[in-house]
């Protein structure tokens, strides 16, 4: 891996790293880029924005990794004030839900998450989306956790099986996942992965990451669901246009993803053309480890995230 992602990463993990960044007055605009903002009214106001120019969005009220039962049921409480409030504003038909189970959960000694707790507390989300007519999906993390994601994602679908899935092309093990998810109905978002893994369950070169993005994309536009590519990559987009084609996808019968603040213009040119395109749209008090991951993504945002560290205003 890049040692610079290697270290902002890691930066992402430290504390005292983070109150730099949420007290240096000039990276104010550079986590607004990237995340809508601290409250509820700040996600719906990207909503609408979004949705004025065809764009649906999927909301992640952002918080992760916790070990406090309090903070669970807050993040648990939040989603069901979101979801209330979509509806109450007529915006249900243009948003769904990402959640984290390690938000919606706590750590154990054995495993990333308690299972029981998450799959709880998952349930509730997913009853009310089915409540305020939306739909959840299961924010994918590091490779420790993706079987007990899976596990409870598949629990999961039993009671909601529009609940959708998120696979990472990144892993080694994810064609055979894509293969098992690919049944009717199934939604899965495919993406390359944002965490530092290593080399026995991750490919290293990115070459090898977008090749097999794109076997996983053919498996699952061959098969029966509704595949969701969450990816900026503009020459895999370009690919996976022609491999749409090819397995004769109509429009709607799958969707393209990409994160709030990066490549707008692109979001707009494949709505305009009639794609479906949802926005990954992060909000809440806790976007620290979130906005790392994307400047870890990027040299070029590292450098401007720096500028704006490193200035005064
Ligand atoms: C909707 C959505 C949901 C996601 N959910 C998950 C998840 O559940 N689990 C998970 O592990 N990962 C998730 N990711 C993150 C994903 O795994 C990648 O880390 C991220 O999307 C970058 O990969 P890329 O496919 O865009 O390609 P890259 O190879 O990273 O980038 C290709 C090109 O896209 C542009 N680009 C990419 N990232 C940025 C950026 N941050 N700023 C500006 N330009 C950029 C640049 O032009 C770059 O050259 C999600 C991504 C999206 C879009």
Known sequence: ???????????????????????????????????AGETTADALAAVRALAADGRYATLDYLGEDTSDRALTEEIVRSYLRLLDELHAEGLAGRAEVSVKLSALSVRTGTGPFDERLALDNASRVCAAAEQRGTTVTVDMED?????????????????WP????????????????????????????????????????????????????????????EGEGYPMFATHDPRLIAVLAERVRWY???????????????????????????????VYVPFGEQWYGYLMRRLAERPANTAFFLRALASRS
């Open 1 to 35: 891996m890049n040692p610079l992602r290697s270290l902002i990463l890691a930066a992402a993990g430290n504390e005292a790293i983070r109150r730099l960044v949420a007290t240096a007055p000039g990276t104010r605009g550079v986590v607004q880029r990237f995340v």
């Open 143 to 159: 490779h420790t956790a993706t079987d007990a994601t899976l596990r409870v994602l598949a629990e999961l679908r039993r009671t």
């Open 162 to 221: 529009r609940t959708g899935a998120v696979l990472q092309s990144y892993l080694r093990r994810t064609e055979a996942d894509a293969a098992a998810l690919a049944g009717p109905g199934s939604r899965v978002r495919l993406c390359k992965g944002a965490y530092a893994e290593p080399a026995d369950v991750a490919f290293d070169s990115a070459h090898e990451v977008d090749l097999s993005y794109v076997r996983c994309a053919n498996l699952l536009l």
């Open 248 to 278: 004769g996808r109509k429009q709607g019968s799958y969707e393209y993803q990409m994160l709030y603040g990066v490549r707008p213009d692109e979001q707009r040119r494949l709505a305009a053309e009639g794609e479906t395109v949802r």
